[in-house]
């Protein structure tokens, strides 16, 4: 078999986004078991094609089904009752899918389907500046961090105490009663929240 197994040497899109990873093989025909890394998962379901790299080094021992990023065809995905399992072309059987385990899925940001009205991407919103009504500069988004039915933006600034800078963190919730606008294209976001909450 060649080195990158049936798949395409390819490589990584600079828009590349990491969705999720391969868990394990599912059933005998190929099947792997998805983790992704969002519950939004559009993007996984609707790319026909994914990009996949092998494992971080702390994961990657024992893997061998390809030393590179790759290009892979997904032939099938679908909600299982215990989550996302998806059959790539070129993978048949349960020794193929569980060759893969571990590999981290990517996607070109230019692939996602487009975002409904008032909904973003959480890749669209790191890196954003938010500041208040007043416009004080809360911070800049690092994370995004679900806590059930809704997500809190995790931001980064800049303190100062007795005379010495060090990065803080704040929180705020992304939901409509704080949130007042998303402005993409400025990369900037408009909350209703103080320095001191």
């Known amino acids: 078999m060649p080195p990158n197994g049936p798949f395409e040497a390819s490589p990584l899109p600079a828009d590349a986004v990491e969705l ?3 868990l394990d093989a599912w059933g ?4 792997v078991h998805i983790q992704p890394h969002s519950a939004d998962t559009r993007a996984l379901f609707e790319s026909p094609d994914w990009f996949l790299l092998p494992p971080e080094a702390r994961f990657a021992r024992g893997f061998s089904a390809f030393p590179g990023p790759v290009r892979v ?6 909600v299982h009752s215990d989550g ?6 070129g993978v048949a059987d349960r020794n193929g899918a569980e060759a893969l385990k571990g590999a981290r899925i990517h996607v070109p ?12 991407y959480w890749v669209d919103l790191i890196g954003l500046d938010v500041f208040n009504r007043e416009g004080v500069h809360l911070g800049v988004v690092r994370d995004l961090m679900p806590t ?4 809190v933006l995790v931001l980064e600034y800049t303190e100062t105490a007795d005379g010495v800078d060090r990065t803080a963190e704040r929180m705020v919730p992304f939901v409509g009663a704080y949130i ?3 402005d993409l294209a400025a990369r900037r976001i408009t909350a209703d929240w103080q320095p001191d909450y």
């Not at 065809?73 to 679908?78: N, S």
């Not at 059930?148 to 997500?151: A, C, F, K, L, Q």
């Open 148 to 151: 059930g039915p809704t997500s």
């Open 84 to 89: 996302i399992v998806a059959r790539l072309e």
């Open 20 to 22: 999720g990873r391969f």
């Open 73 to 78: 065809r997904v032939a099938e995905i679908k």
């Open 180 to 182: 007042d606008d998303v």
């Open 28 to 31: 005998v025909k190929g099947w």
């Open 109 to 120: 940001r230019s692939a996602f389907p487009a975002a409904a009205d008032g909904e973003y």
